[in-house]
């Protein structure tokens, strides 16, 4: 494992910091509009977040690692890692179409036809093209190999029927890929298929979801009679499951999440410096500063377990199970930095945006409900725990299926 940033990668750092300050006002007015996007302009703070990622790329800040036959960079991961850590000091909005980018991107790259990746990757990085991932179903989640949503060949198409649920930006994405089961009479793992769906097909309907924060982040998808070509059948007929791994384990990994807890934790130093406690600031009772201190040293914990996953995936190395101890670790840090913020904030805690009395907009009550769902998506902590158990530890397993 080689932790070192080389001096060329230190160059590279630094012309992207000097770039990324040059574009500093647009950044701002991104930012802004993602955090203030209210049901009237929600359309122009996709437009406006769609067109940041556009900028950047055209820069060659997105797609790193990505061959450039498909408009990525051919550079390193580790230009990748630095440009996240970079947007991620400057406190850019997260890029929208992070599902493409760090989920199916991979799996084309490595599962796909030459002619699905011509069309689909470059459209990725562009932002013209949102992701959705359709995997969940009402009785398939954990179990996800339960899944009963059928696709059934006829002619050059699929058609397919059934339901998907927990979907998110389902309502904003232009394509979603989805799992199927293609063979009913096959062994649950042996019988599903990986499609690609454009969301404007006949039959495909999208019902959003409230969530606890009170948001809209996903949504139900059904699917009646959903024609669906051949042509985006990606990998092996009835071979989706093995492909699935891939996806899951790159939705795992990553050091976006770290990136995202540092931010928290800094600004949560911030609310601390406001709020009065005693005679004195929040920042100054010895407790508080005590968790602040050891949530801060988790969070560097964590960065380092990202460097290693990275380390193993340059040296040719899937991410692996160990993905799942940085997901696990990185959804209970996230909960106990919203915990500890709403500890600060005390009795004003529950006080929400329409409230004169609101601490910061309500922010740190809206992050409190969000992180709970951190142990849910992407694989419950339960689930990583036994992947943990199972492929880092080598235990036997608890429960057969
Ligand atoms: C914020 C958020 C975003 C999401 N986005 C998407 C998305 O974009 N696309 C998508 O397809 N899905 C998405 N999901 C769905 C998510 O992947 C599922 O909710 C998750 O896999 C759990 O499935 P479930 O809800 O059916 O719960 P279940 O699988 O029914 O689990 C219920 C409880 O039982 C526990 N449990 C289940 N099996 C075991 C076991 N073997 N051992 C120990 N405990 C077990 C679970 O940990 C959980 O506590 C999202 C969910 C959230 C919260």
């Known amino acids: 494992m080689d932790l070192h940033f080389s001096p060329e990668d230190e160059e590279f750092r630094a012309r992207l910091h000097a770039w990324l300050e040059e574009h500093a006002g647009r950044l701002e007015d991104a930012a802004g ?57 400057v406190s850019t909005p997260p890029l929208i179409n992070t599902i493409g980018l760090t989920i199916l991107g991979p ?21 013209e093209e949102l992701w959705c991932q359709g995997f969940s179903e009402p009785e398939a989640g954990s179990d996800l190999a339960a899944l009963t949503t059928r696709a059934e060949i006829d002619g050059d198409d699929f058609v397919v029927n059934g339901q998907k649920v927990w979907t998110s930006l389902a309502p904003i994405a232009d394509w979603c890929f989805l799992l199927v089961r293609s063979d009913p009479d096959a062994p ?62 790159h939705e795992r990994s990553g050091l976006s999440s770290v990136l995202a807890l540092e931010q928290n934790l800094a600004r949560l130093r911030r609310t601390a410096s406001n709020i009065a406690l ?26 380092h377990l990202g460097y290693r996953t990275l380390s193993d995936q340059i040296a040719g190395r899937p991410p692996g199970a160990t993905a799942s101890v940085g997901k696990l670790f990185a959804a209970q840090l996230r909960q106990r930095i919203t915990h500890l913020a709403l500890k600060i904030e005390g009795p004003l805690a529950p006080v929400t945006k329409k409230s004169p009395h609101v601490v910061e907009r309500g922010r740190w009550n809206a992050a409190y409900f969000d992180a709970l769902g951190h142990s849910i998506g992407g694989g419950t902590s339960e689930i990583q725990r036994n992947t943990i158990a199972e492929r880092v530890l080598g235990l036997p397993r608890s429960v057969q299926d």
């Open 278 to 303: 005693g005679d004195g600031r929040a920042i100054d009772d010895q407790a508080i500063s005590r968790e602040l201190a050891q949530l801060w040293i988790e969070v560097e914990g964590l960065r």
């Open 188 to 249: 649950k793992r042996e019988g599903i298929s990986y499609l690609l769906c454009d969301m404007k097909t006949p039959g495909l309907t999208v019902t959003p979801l409230r969530n606890a924060a009170g948001g809209i982040h996903f949504s139900e998808m059904f699917f009646r009679d959903v024609r669906i070509p051949r042509a985006n059948l990606v990998g092996d007929l009835h071979g989706g499951w093995q492909i699935a791994r891939t996806t899951l384990e």
């Open 107 to 127: 799996t084309l790259i490595r599962h796909g036809t030459e002619q699905q990746r011509e069309r689909f990757l470059p459209k990725i990085l562009t932002a």
């Open 33 to 89: 509009v993602m955090k203030g996007a209210g049901a009237a302009n929600i359309m122009d703070a996709i437009q406006m977040a769609r067109d940041w990622q556009r900028t950047l790329w055209e820069a060659g800040y997105v797609g790193l690692s990505w061959p450039e036959k498909y408009g990525g960079q051919d550079a390193s991961l580790t230009e990748q890692v630095i440009v996240t850590e970079e947007l991620a000091a």
